[in-house]
């Protein structure tokens, strides 16, 4: 009897979200995976076509599948730009929320409490460091991040940090678990407690208090500004890192740049009953529509959704054909040292993936 077929939502994006998401597709489709894509419509071709960047159809079709495959999306800076939606509550009633962003609308109403980001040297991918293997674990439903702002008057702007001990213990729960799953040994929470004593040491003890339900695993604890400074100085010394929204978001880049750049580094947000893979980087306007951007970060983060599924062999034939094809060094891009194209690259991943 042949495997059930994972159907997945997929979120092609905007600027180098569909070129990204076309080669992780390609690649998906080329394992062998039991996997089906439903492409819908959204982002800013959606709000042009719409009024709206997230049509009911998306939600509709993330219902039926429980699985996304994203694109990065755009985010204006600064004005009053929200993303409203109107959706049925479990008592049928219909209530409008919004959202400073698609990323953030999907991540809220989806439940996907944690945003998880493996950060790691990829044979191959030139880097400044070596034996980096982090993985973070970024809360992902509350904290500065939801965006929740107002003008107090025309020269006085406010934002709401807030942390609850549910998200906080939800998160390193999921954290904790892991780790023991993956066989490691360490988890460091960053904050800033020494300054934001109520808020980020709502969180540090929150996370402590699980932590001790975990014997197996050590905990330690830094001040995410020194956390910063040690992970340029000594990534390898750090394992699993917890951090709240924001220190979460900030430090993923900064990680990611210790492995090889914002191409490199794939990403996972994952709740209850649903799950949505998307890579850390953004819609790279500078580059987008130019056959430029390296696809691997979204490989990646597919790569992350078929070990999710339970697809690893499917999953560990594409690990072996881009690990082949970066030896190669004849078909990578701009960012990696190459001159190749996104469809080169991809197209070369694909021809490997058929021997
Ligand atoms: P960005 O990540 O898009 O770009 C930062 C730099 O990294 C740029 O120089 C870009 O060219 C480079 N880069 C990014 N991805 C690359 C890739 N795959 N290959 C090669 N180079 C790559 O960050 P930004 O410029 O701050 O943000 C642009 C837009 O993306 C904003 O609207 C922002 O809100 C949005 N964004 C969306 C998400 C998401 O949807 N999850 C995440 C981050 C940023």
Redesign the pocket.
């Known amino acids: 009897m042949n495997n059930p077929v994972h159907r997945v939502t997929l979120i092609p ?5 569909p070129e ?1 998401t076309a080669a992780a597709r390609a690649v998906v489709e080329a394992s062998r995976a039991d996997v089906e894509f439903e492409p819908v419509l959204s982002g800013q071709e959606a709000e042009r076509q719409t009024g709206t960047p997230v049509p009911a159809a998306v939600f509709e079709s993330i219902e039926r599948n429980k699985l996304v495959m ?8 600064g004005g009053n730009y929200r993303v409203a939606v109107e959706r049925p509550g479990p008592d049928g009633k219909v209530t409008r929320r919004d959202y400073p ?3 953030i609308t999907l991540r809220k109403e989806l439940g996907l409490y944690v945003n998880l980001r493996p950060i790691k040297n990829y044979p191959n991918i030139p880097s400044r460091y070596e034996n980096v293997d982090l993985v973070i674990f970024r809360e992902n439903s509350e904290d500065l991040y939801v965006g929740n702002e107002r003008m107090v008057d025309e020269n006085t702007a406010e934002a709401i940090k807030l942390i609850t001990r549910g998200a906080s213990e939800r998160v390193a729960r999921f954290a904790f678990d892991y780790m023991r799953r993956a066989g490691r040994g360490k988890i460091t929470i960053g904050h800033k407690a020494n300054v934001l004593k109520l808020t980020d040491g709502l969180f540090l003890r929150s996370a402590q208090d699980v932590a001790k339900e975990y014997a197996d695993i050590a905990v330690d604890q830094r001040v995410v500004d020194a956390l910063c400074m040690e992970l340029v100085v000594k990534p390898e010394s750090f394992d699993g890192l917890l951090l709240t929204n924001l220190y979460g978001d900030i430090v993923s ?1 900064l990680a990611a740049g210790l492995v090889g ?3 490199v580094a794939p990403g996972a947000n994952i709740g209850p009953d649903c799950a949505m893979f ?10 987008a529509g130019k056959d ?7 490989i990646l983060s597919a790569v992350l959704m078929l070990r999710y599924i339970d697809q690893g062999a499917a999953a560990d034939r594409i690990d072996a054909a881009l690990t082949a094809v970066l030896a190669q060094k004849k078909a990578i ?3 990696l040292g190459g001159t190749a194209g996104t469809r080169a690259f991809t197209n070369a991943i694909v021809e490997m993936l058929k021997i």
């Open positions: 994006g905007d600027g180098i979200g990204v994203k694109g990065p999306t755009y985010t204006p800076f962003s698609l990323a880049d750049g914002l191409g998307e890579a850390v980087h953004g819609t790279a306007p500078d580059i430029i951007a390296n696809p691997t970060a979204m891009t701009r960012d």
